[in-house]
């Protein structure tokens, strides 16, 4: 597989599975976009990712349209092309019963979530038509399609996710851009220190492989998924959960 060439935005790229996405798309041959809202992370992350190769950033809240359209033409006058959009950023949000949630804490995970992959294909979609090439890779999670307790939220914007994909897949068929979601279990980043202890024995207990996943894992899958090497598929849902899917 060979991203030589192109050019990759990864959303959410400061840490966890999308500064892991960041380096390994980088190792295909992509230079990179990182896209995130906490500059230290983002530092951080290039700080790392320093002898890899091309590296720009933007600081984008995701959730708001001015923040992304703003970021978008910034990224775009950099580069000039977004070739690969990888819809990674998301939050746990609380975990509570449905009827324990403030509709601010259930909004903001909707926000960020379902809206910003919304506000992110928005912005790139029309470039990968021009282009005539594109390839975007939404992060849903299992939690989309079995619906986990005390996260209804997260859940509910999963699922979000996975519909957004099936529907855009079908909309840019016959063209040569391939919109795909995958579905992780529980991975081994920061996000779990969002979740309360018993949220995360509840996932991990569900996974028959007995363990986490890691970022890496994940990143070679998204990797795959934003090459040539994906054809026929389209508008699809990918599994990556230790064997918790059933389907
Ligand atoms: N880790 C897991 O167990 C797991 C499982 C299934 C799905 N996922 C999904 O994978 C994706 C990445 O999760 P992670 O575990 O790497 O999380 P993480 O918390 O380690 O990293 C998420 C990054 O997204 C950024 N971000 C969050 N909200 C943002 C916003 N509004 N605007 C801009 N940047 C924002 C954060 O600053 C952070 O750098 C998320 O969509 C998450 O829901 C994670």
Redesign the pocket.
């Known amino acids: 597989m060979s991203l030589q060439g192109k050019t990759a935005l990864v ?2 790229g ?5 500064l892991a996405t960041t380096q390994r798309l980088l190792k295909e041959g992509a230079s990179c976009v990182i ?4 500059p230290a ?1 983002i530092d951080a992350a290039k700080a790392k990712l320093a002898d890899n190769g091309e590296v720009t950033s933007d600081i ?4 708001k349209p001015e923040s992304v359209e703003a970021a978008a033409g910034q990224a775009l006058d950099r580069h000039g092309h977004i070739d690969i959009l990888v819809n ?5 949000g609380v975990n509570k019963m449905l009827w324990e949630c403030t509709p601010q804490e259930w909004r903001d995970v909707m926000d ?2 379902l809206y ?1 992959v919304f506000l992110c294909c928005r912005a790139f979609v029309p470039g990968m038509l021009k282009a005539g090439w594109g390839r975007i890779v939404n ?1 849903a ?2 939690a989309g399609k079995e619906g986990n307790p005390t996260a209804s939220h997260y859940s509910a914007a999963k699922a979000g996710v996975i519909g957004l994909t099936k529907s855009l897949g079908k909309e840019l068929a016959d063209t040569n851009i391939r919109v795909n979601c995958i579905t ?4 081994e ?4 220190k969002q979740c309360t202890q018993a949220h995360i024995d509840y996932m991990v207990s569900k996974i028959p492989m007995g363990r986490v996943g890691q ?1 890496d894992e994940v990143a070679a899958l998204i990797a795959w998924l934003s090459s040539d090497e994906v054809s026929f598929s389209t508008g699809a849902v990918f599994d990556i959960s230790g064997g918790r899917a059933t389907y």
Do not use: Y
Not at 60 to 63: D, F, G, I, Y
């Open positions: 959303t959410g400061a840490r966890g599975i999308g896209w995130d809202r906490d992370a984008v809240e995701l959730a990674n950023a998301g939050i746990a960020i979530d910003g992060v999670s299992i992780p279990a529980v991975i980043t920061e996000i779990l970022a």
